[in-house]
């Protein structure tokens, strides 16, 4: 993903930051437990389309 875009990227909810995890292509907000999947290249910035991150994830 392009690093300029991420750095503009928020979390659609809360408007906080998100942090990126390379290794499942997802855009985490650790304030709403959520996790928004990187399709293609693309950001999916939608709730309904995101996944609830486990009590494990959010705590790492």
Known sequence: MDKKLFEILACPLCK???DHDKSRDE???RVDRFA?????GIPVMLVDEARQLELDEYCR
């Open 27 to 29: 855009l985490i907000c």
């Open 16 to 18: 906080g930051k998100l």
């Open 36 to 40: 928004f999947p990187i399709r293609e």
